[in-house]
């Protein structure tokens, strides 16, 4: 059964960091591509980041970009996302998603930035 | 503002069909596939079309999706209270180089 489990968000003050993990189990984690996507409450789903099977290529939204980092260690099986300068509207559930059409996700960990 | 339009709200009585629309350009929805997510209240996006018209494993043959130019469609037939969620479609905006989403449609079964 595959399963993606999301860890490592919590309350961070404006400017601070957290990193955000995603451990996968049930598939070969070292072929998919994965995805990071967050959701403000009660908004829709944003797509953050995301980082192919090897690790070398990665993309980023607009928003996060120069602030996020998108990374995998394929021998942990676990997906991670370092979240650096965070702001107010960084605030949301972040979700790992795997493979190109994000055909799982996980239940997601949710990051609030306040003072 | 979401890069690719969907309508806020769409509704329907159990039995009926209703359709989903999701407006892109050409640079994402134009010359890239196309799914289709459904979010339960409370739960994770499930993937119920990808490829524009493909259903994973376990969705059944009540929803389809479909594409033309620049616009796609969910198709759910025979409603049921349980389809009542949130629906999203994305896609990858070669121009963004960037996955992008819909602002997402609630729909309400009557």
């Known amino acids: 059964e595959v399963q993606l489990v999301e860890s490592g968000g919590g309350l961070v003050q404006p400017g601070g960091s957290l990193r955000l993990s995603c451990a996968a189990s049930g598939f070969a984690f070292s072929s998919y591509w994965m995805h990071w996507v967050r959701q403000a409450p009660g908004k829709g789903l944003v797509w953050v980041s995301r980082?192919?099977?090897?690790?070398?290529?990665?993309s980023y939204a607009d928003s996060v970009k120069g602030r996020f980092t998108i990374s995998r260690d394929n021998a942990k099986n676990t997906l991670y996302l370092q979240m650096n300068s965070l702001r107010a509207e960084d605030t949301a559930v972040y979700s790992c998603a795997r493979g190109w059409g994000h055909d799982y996700w996980g239940q997601g960990t949710l990051v609030t930035v306040s003072s | 503002q979401s890069v690719l339009t969907q309508p806020p709200s769409v509704s329907a009585a159990p039995g009926q069909k209703v359709t989903i629309s999701c407006s892109g350009s050409s640079s994402n929805i134009g010359n890239n596939y196309v799914s289709w997510y459904q979010q339960l209240p409370g739960t994770a996006p499930k993937l119920l079309i990808y490829?524009?018209?493909k259903r994973p494993s376990g969705i059944p043959d009540r929803f389809s999706g479909s594409k033309s130019g620049t616009s796609a469609t969910l198709g759910i037939t025979g409603l049921q209270t349980g389809d009542e969620a949130d629906y999203y479609c994305?896609?990858?905006?070669?121009?963004?180089?960037?996955?992008?989403f819909g602002g997402g449609t609630k729909l309400t079964v009557l």
């Open positions: 980082i192919n099977s090897d690790g070398t290529g990665t």
């Open positions: 994305g896609t990858w905006d070669t121009s963004l180089s960037a996955w992008v």
């Open positions: 490829d524009n018209n």
